[in-house]
């Protein structure tokens, strides 16, 4: 998969071994290699982004739906 094909839910998935990466800069566009900062809670992953091109600091949280949280197997 290419950067061109990714939707925002490609960003983050609920598996907490994955962290994204390359995101844009919401203020400048360019990429930052990673977050400062990544909070779990029940349903949520929060993560805080530094861009240190232009020093604009902002939060993404992704939210999963409830079917995701349910699991498969026992």
């Keep these: 998969m290419t950067r061109q094909d ?4 490609d960003l ?3 598996d907490f071994g994955y962290m994204p990466r ?3 800069c919401a203020q400048c ?5 990673r977050p400062d900062w990544v909070e779990h809670s ?6 805080l982004w ?3 091109t232009c020093n604009y600091r902002f939060q993404a ?3 999963y739906d409830v079917a995701q949280l ?3 197997a026992a």
Excluded: D, F, H, V
């Design 12 to 14: 983050a998935r609920q």
């Design 42 to 47: 029940e349903g949520r992953t929060s993560y």
């Design 70 to 72: 349910t699991p498969l």
């Design 29 to 33: 566009g360019k990429p930052i290699s």
């Design 22 to 24: 390359e995101n844009p």
């Design 6 to 9: 990714m939707t925002r839910q």
């Design 50 to 52: 530094n861009c240190r």
């Design 61 to 63: 949280i992704a939210i």
